[in-house]
């Protein structure tokens, strides 16, 4: 267990709805990143949260949305849906070690839009 | 941009034997960090091992070391002794440094799939 929870493991949805994917980091982390993985891709970048504020943006569609919440857990909004968004969504969150942001991983959100 | 290299889809090396994954990288940058992280068919991401561009000496984790060349903006992961468990895509990583810490991202490589024979 890293310590990071992501929920839910598993979703299948259809193409136009709406999901809301939910990451809770690491105690004490105040950073949260989320990353797409699509089938055997590296990992894109989506954006990242850092105590409450928007602190980088990656590749991000204008359908997809995030926030991060005062108790720090980070909500990852995908809105009409297509084909193309199933992916495995991560959230990492992370730590300083000797001056390096150090990603820990949960164990992603595998969603299948049909 | 920064961008990250793993010119090596996939690869594949014998139970015992050692393994090198290469991993190049662009930046105009002069401090930052990297990274490899390993994720096993489980799809969980595991952190492998870092190194931060400042040292010279090469990180070092058990079976897993690197060679870092910085000037070439070269970063390969080495694996010794390899174990069946190390079947896995391994995922190369750069991070830059900032004093202020504002943004700081990891930009990930596209991974090496890399298959253990018994």
């Known amino acids: 267990d890293s310590g990071v929870t992501q929920t839910p493991k598993h979703l299948i949805t259809a193409t136009g709805q709406r999901v809301t994917l939910r990451c809770s980091p690491r105690?004490?982390?105040?950073?949260v990143y989320w990353y797409q993985q699509s089938l055997d891709q590296g990992l894109q970048f989506l954006i990242q949260y850092y105590n409450g504020e928007e602190r980088a943006k990656g590749n991000i569609l204008e359908r997809f949305s995030a926030q991060q919440f005062p108790d720090l857990h980070s909500e990852l909004n995908l809105s009409s849906l297509e084909l193309g968004d199933s992916a495995l969504y991560f959230c990492?969150?992370?730590?300083?070690?000797?001056?390096?942001?150090?990603?820990?991983f949960g164990a992603g959100s595998r969603l299948t839009v049909l | 941009a920064q961008t990250v290299t793993q010119s090596q889809p996939e690869m594949s090396v014998q139970e015992a034997e050692t393994v090198t994954l290469s991993c190049t990288y662009d930046?105009?940058?002069?401090?930052?960090?990297l990274f490899w992280y390993k994720q096993p068919p489980s799809r969980q991401m595991i952190l492998v091992i870092r190194q931060e561009a400042y040292k010279q000496q090469n990180a070092t984790e058990n079976r897993f070391s690197v060679n870092f060349q910085k000037a070439a903006k070269s970063f390969s992961l080495k694996i010794s002794d390899s174990q069946l468990g190390d079947a896995a895509m391994y995922f190369c990583?750069?991070?830059?440094?900032?004093?202020?810490?504002?943004?700081?991202?990891?930009?990930f490589g596209k991974g090496t799939r890399l298959h253990i024979l018994p």
């Open positions: 990492a969150s992370s730590v300083r070690i000797s001056g390096a942001n150090v990603l820990t």
């Open positions: 990583a750069y991070r830059e440094s900032t004093l202020m810490n504002r943004d700081d991202k990891i930009i």
């Open positions: 930046t105009s940058e002069s401090d930052y960090y």
């Open positions: 105690s004490g982390d105040l950073s």
